[in-house]
């Protein structure tokens, strides 16, 4: 059974920077495709923002890129998105997915 555990979103002004970790039990780490999504308020649509695949091949949206960096760490079974210069438009739930799994979803909030 695959488990992914969110955490580390929040509130921020925009310029801030935020990272969100995602704990994963259940595959094989090291060699996981995984992903970060987001979706946005009223949007039924969940948003790819960045990927890894097969452990090793990052990618990321071209509305991301430049700004957001997936990482791992392969000890903790973690992966983890750091989010620099947000802009109110990144407000939304950011998940965390792996192998047809979603967590739960963390909040990220860019106002003020």
């Known amino acids: 059974q695959v488990d992914l555990v969110e955490s580390g979103g929040g509130s921020v002004q925009p310029g801030g920077s935020l990272r969100l970790s995602c704990a994963a039990s259940g595959i094989t780490f090291s060699l996981a495709t995984m992903g970060w999504y987001r979706q946005a308020p009223g949007n039924r649509r969940c948003e790819l923002v960045a990927?890894?695949?097969?452990?090793?091949?990052?990618t990321y949206s071209d509305s991301v890129a430049g700004r957001f960096t997936l990482s791992k760490d392969n000890a903790k079974n973690t992966v983890y998105l750091q989010m620099n210069d947000l802009k109110p438009e990144h407000t939304a739930v950011y998940y965390c997915?792996?192998?047809?799994?979603w967590g739960q979803g963390t909040q990220v909030t860019v106002s003020g």
């Open positions: 990927s890894i695949k097969s452990g090793t091949n990052i």
């Open positions: 997915h792996a192998y047809a799994s």
